[in-house]
């Protein structure tokens, strides 16, 4: 009985192992936000065109960067789009993603699915500082 009772008391005074963050969030103020028309299914879209400041530790940068990755194709989900240029031009606070390694190339969709994050939804664990 006082095996089990002490195993369960475990999880509350020992830390779990935290993984390292592969990026750092922070957030973007943004200096510009345009587009560029892009044919898909027959049908003219708006991709985004960006250049945004961010502070890491105290020190600020700028990118025009969207994908952390680099890649000739990208998927994209067009409403994801118009819900991105709804936000950061109405005042969502948009995050950029830094690798702790290299904070000077931000960027904001981690990968080639056009996706990007706003603060709120962000662990607080993998904030820049």
């Known amino acids: 009985m006082c095996l089990t009772v002490g195993a369960s008391l475990v999880p509350l005074f020992v830390k779990p192992a935290t993984t390292p963050c592969a990026y750092f969030s922070t957030p973007v103020r943004f200096i510009r936000i345009d587009s560029v028309p892009v044919e898909s299914r027959r049908k003219t879209y708006r991709f985004p065109v960006v250049e945004y400041s961010y502070t890491v530790s105290g020190k600020q940068y700028t990118s025009k960067r969207m994908f952390c990755r680099d890649s000739n194709t990208v998927s994209v989900d067009w409403s994801k789009v118009e819900r991105f240029f709804d936000d950061a031009r109405g005042g969502t606070v948009v995050v950029a993603w830094v690798r702790p390694s290299s904070p000077e190339s931000a960027c904001i969709s981690p ?19």
Do not use: L
């Open 111 to 129: 990968d080639i699915e056009f996706s990007y994050s706003v603060m709120s939804n962000t662990s607080t664990q993998c904030r820049a500082n």
